[in-house]
């Protein structure tokens, strides 16, 4: 069964510094996401992409982070210059076309120091 | 915000058929109902949706209230495996997902 990847599984990085997150979605999918989740937090959804675009953001999305689908088959999340607050989980996940049904990746853990 | 009221938890025993309810009074026309679960350090999945009509899929069924204000996820015949978060979920013609707090379904053997 196809799946969403996501690289790498987990990211340390000092703050103040650029993280790139790295998703692969199912290969036919056309609607691409990426959601976050803070430890022992709900689900916060930061930005939908169709059609090499933005299609809505969150107010957590903000001018720090960028997203991109450089080759046709990544799926990147940018953040600029990091903070403490943005240690979370991030999960990317997408959608066929004509469907509803959100695959999810497995999630990268971020750690800001 | 959340559109949808969850209880926090609920407990079944293994074997048993389990029903995790879920009210969204104010719901539009256009929001479909979307359920999905996250099971103990995972990505989200994907369970079932439906916007009027009654839904089955391999994994569970979903109940849809005649006034839509409320649904009710069912599982057949829960296993230990089918712990995890339920999230009741309204989302429009976007497909965008705003996650509410869910209910923490505990498998008893």
């Known amino acids: 069964e196809p799946e969403v990847t996501q690289t790498p599984s987990h990211q340390v990085t000092q703050m103040g510094q650029e993280v790139i997150l790295r998703c692969v979605p199912i290969?036919?999918?056309?609607?691409f996401y990426w959601y976050r989740q803070i430890l022992g937090q709900k689900v916060e959804f930061l930005v939908s992409?169709?059609?090499?675009?933005?299609?809505?953001k969150s107010e957590i999305f903000d001018d720090q982070f960028s997203v991109e689908r450089p080759d046709g088959s990544n799926f990147t999340l940018k953040i600029r210059s990091t903070k403490l607050e943005d240690s979370a989980m991030y999960f990317c996940?997408?959608?066929?076309?004509?469907?509803?049904?959100?695959?999810f990746g497995p999630g990268t853990r971020l750690t800001v120091t | 915000d959340a559109k949808t009221t969850q209880p926090n938890s609920m407990e079944s025993n293994e074997e048993e058929p389990v029903h995790l309810p879920c009210n969204h009074s104010t719901i539009s026309g256009t929001d479909y109902i979307h359920w999905y679960r996250q099971l103990p350090s995972q990505g989200p999945e994907y369970v079932i949706h439906g916007l009027t009509s009654n839904v089955n899929n391999r994994m569970a069924s979903l109940a849809i209230a005649e006034d839509r204000k409320s649904s009710t996820l069912i599982l057949h015949r829960a296993t230990l495996r089918d712990a995890a978060v339920y999230y009741c979920?309204?989302?429009?013609?976007?497909?965008?997902?705003?996650w509410g707090a869910g209910t923490k379904l505990i498998i008893k053997p």
């Open positions: 979920i309204l989302s429009e013609s976007n497909y965008q997902l705003i």
């Open positions: 290969s036919n999918h056309l609607y």
């Open positions: 996940a997408s959608i066929g076309s004509g469907n509803r049904e959100q695959y």
């Open positions: 992409f169709y059609n090499n675009e933005i299609s809505e």
